[in-house]
């Protein structure tokens, strides 16, 4: 197959099953390593070479991986806040927590979520001279 749908995502099927799976929003390139280890799909097949039994293992995995015995550290949110549960967030899910830890940073004012609201660098970066092409500052040019 030339193009896999995964978890709601288009799939080139000419790559590599390890970096195949990293186009899913959420999976890098170690999770994907692991994930492919566990469904024991050969790390040398490509994305196209998959069977729908490969793909199924593959998703059930990236789903639910504590179940397959991946540990929490390797997932990508930690001891949640609401849940406190740790999870793999991938696929659409992503954005959404993203937005919503954002939208808390700014509701209880904390300097992050300020600093996300204005625009500006958050991360402690200088901003005296760096970064100003993004924004139009000032009078328009001639």
């Known amino acids: ?28 390139r170690r999770f994907s390593n692991l994930v492919c280890k566990k469904a024991e799909i050969p ?15 593959a998703v059930a995995i990236i789903q639910n991986p504590r179940q397959f015995r991946i540990p929490a550290w390797f997932l990508n ?27 808390r940073l700014k509701k209880i004012r904390a300097h992050r979520g300020i600093r996300h609201y204005w625009g500006v660098r958050v991360r402690g970066q200088h901003t005296k001279t760096t970064g100003r092409r993004g924004k139009t500052v000032g009078p328009a040019g001639k």
């Open 1 to 28: 197959q030339h193009i896999l749908r995964i978890l709601n995502t288009n799939i080139d099927g000419k790559r590599n099953v390890v970096y195949g799976l990293t186009s899913v929003k959420g999976v890098g």
């Open 77 to 103: 949110r930690q001891r949640d806040r609401t849940t406190n549960k740790s999870s793999q967030t991938y696929a659409q899910n992503v954005a959404g927590k993203l937005r919503e830890d954002l939208e």
């Open 43 to 57: 790390l040398t097949k490509r994305a196209g070479e998959m069977t729908n039994d490969d793909i199924e293992r």
